[in-house]
């Protein structure tokens, strides 16, 4: 099984609708992260959290919004879809305080098509 | 935060060494200088972390000089399944939630 689960996969959906893409993880890792890919293109990330009570915008975060429901999942919102949020979304962990370096650990990818 | 550039594209044949090499001019000092591997449609992986000097694990090898400023990514004997997309992040533990990943080093290996 994997250490970092994304669900859905893909989802194709209609502008105006509201989707959630879920992360959960059993690595036991603190911080937690939501990052964007478009094609050709390198990792955006959108939000992050540190813990369960703190959240941080990250360089691309209108449009999307978050919550950290527990230590092991970490929701990732489109309130409003709308085409040009068409991407393949990743969410990542790492350690906490006290790590030495940041190695990150992804997920699977989630592909969301929005019509 | 350290800024990196590395090469847009490589080619390589089946079975040649690989380097890619990063610059990061304004490495600080407690930056650690990590390379993640992606392939089409994956999340990326991680290949290999360093400091300084040299650093070997079963799949790669990361040579840093003293200075710090660049790394280079070696990859010995390339099969067609290393095709895919290699970034270099510079940073630290405090700084993971800032590492950007800029569009990587795309290589091709071919037969």
């Known amino acids: 099984d994997a250490d970092v689960t994304q669900t859905p996969r893909n989802r194709i959906t209609k502008t105006g609708k509201r989707i959630m893409l879920e992360c959960s993880q059993t690595?036991?890792?603190?911080?937690m992260y939501w990052y964007r890919q478009d094609p050709g293109l390198g990792l955006r990330l959108i939000y992050y959290s540190f813990d369960v009570k703190d959240i941080n915008k990250g360089e691309i975060s209108d449009g999307y919004s978050v919550s950290r429901q527990a230590q092991a999942k970490f929701s990732l919102s489109l309130e409003s879809a709308i085409p040009n949020q068409t991407a393949l979304y990743f969410c990542?962990?790492?350690?906490?305080?006290?790590?030495?370096?940041?190695?990150?650990?992804f997920g699977e990818g989630s592909r969301l098509t929005v019509l | 935060l350290a800024k990196t550039t590395q090469p847009i594209s490589m080619d390589s044949y089946e079975g040649q060494e690989v380097n890619i090499t990063c610059s990061h001019n304004n490495i600080a000092t407690n930056d650690y200088i990590t390379w993640y591997q992606q392939f089409p449609s994956q999340g990326p992986r991680f290949i290999i972390q360093?400091?300084?000097t040299k650093v070997t694990n079963e799949v790669a090898s990361l040579f840093i000089p003293a200075d710090r400023k660049s790394s280079t990514l070696s990859l010995p004997r390339v099969s067609l399944s290393d095709t895919a997309v290699y970034y270099c992040?510079?940073?630290?533990?405090?700084?993971?939630?800032?590492?950007?990943f800029g569009t990587g080093t795309r290589l091709q290996v071919t037969l």
């Open positions: 990542a962990t790492s350690r906490g305080q006290g790590a030495v370096t940041g190695e990150l650990f």
């Open positions: 992040l510079v940073g630290d533990g405090e700084t993971a939630s800032k590492l950007t």
């Open positions: 360093g400091y300084k």
């Open positions: 690595k036991g890792h603190d911080r």
